[in-house]
């Protein structure tokens, strides 16, 4: 239901006007300009009926002041007494969307109304489809590009450019209609990755493009992909039947802003190489743009001396608590590990914790999964080594740690645990040993 807020400094007038409106709208009534400044913010009516003539501040004035401070324009309609046709002209010159004069019929009143808001929802209708893609509900592109420019200009965070991989494959061999339900999906799994505050949008076909705010750790993008691969092959198999044999899954190419520069097309260029690095090397996958940038420098130019060399390796904003590592990663280092520990025979403990499904959640396991990995790394020492396996476990090394000292150390990650809300509705178990 409209809400409309009712602005008169007249009490009768006010409750009359209040009486008619609310047997079809929502109604919330201000006896003053200045009262209905304080209201709006909390009320955000879809349109404001005020009387023109008020003592402290005039229906002009109010207008003018939420235009002023909400920079969007409200859909204002004046009443007045005055029979003087200068104040109306002047009305509509300050924006208003109709006026009306005192005394009025309840049915012109409601029928003036009703239009008003008729228009404003075609208007916002016309809006949202020249800036929304219309088979996915993602922004179109040049919506998209456009946001994304002015965020890479004052935003910290991640630009990624994210082809569905094998697509034509489903067109081919699908027909087209089952090629709109993978798109479709695809862009439910790609909303699901991303959060309010970051702009997603689809550049046609195949291709969708994303910038995630804040983002400085190649672990949180790492994380998305895996998630993005796994669900579109599971909707692959939903629709086209658990024998579907098309590679699908998705090739993402980032770069990291405003590392890379701020200027748009710049940064969006970087992140095509990337994607273009991913689809060279098996897709599925994802590429930073630094990472294939330092790859290149390495194999094209060398280093000039090791502190070169030694600022190509330096890890990126290097944090508290454990290293948190893809899955891949995580291997890469235990096997570096092992090797080490052939030779020196040092104790290196491992802890795998796995969180016990519960049928009667309110929150998914994957969100529990991501409050204890931050428990976990907040826990340990920044020279352990930490990584999410699968949907619901999560793999710890903690070298210089004797099997003596375990029982101290899982106690503080448990007693953390505990203190978190997912504790209630997921129990965690765990199990230890030495790596070989």
Known sequence: MNKIMIVDDEKISLMMTEHILSASYETVCASSGEEALSLFDREKPDMVLSDLRMPGMSGYELQEKLQNEYRDKIPFMFMTADTDEETESKGFENGAMDFI????????????VGNILSMVEKIQGLKKAAVMDPMTGLLNKTSAEEEIAELCKSSSGVLMLIDLDSFKLVNDLYGHDMG????????????????????????????????????????????????????IVDAAKEFMGQDMAIPLGASIG??????????????????????YSVKQNGKHGYQFYTSLSEKNSSNENQTTDLSAAIQIFRERNKGRG????????????????????TNYQKEICMLLFTIKESEHAAIPIEDAADDFIGVLSSSLRQSDIVTQSGRNQCIAILPETSPANLNVVTDRIMQKWNETDSSAMYSVTFESGLLD
């Open 254 to 275: 980032c770069v990291f802003v405003p590392e890379e520069g701020k200027n748009f097309e710049t940064l969006q260029k970087k992140a095509d190489k990337a994607l």
């Open 322 to 341: 454990a290293f948190l590592l893809g899955y891949d990663q995580f291997r890469t280092a235990y096997q570096f590990l092992s090797r080490l520990n």
């Open 101 to 112: 004069r005192k005394p009025f019929r309840a049915d012109v009143l409601l029928k003036r």
């Open 180 to 231: 709109d339900k993978i798109l479709i999906r695809f862009a439910e799994i790609l909303k699901a990755v991303v959060r309010p505050i970051d702009v997603l949008g689809r550049l046609g076909g195949d291709e969708f493009i994303a910038f995630c705010q804040n983002v400085t750790e190649d672990i949180v993008i790492e994380k998305k992909s895996r998630f993005i691969n796994k669900y």
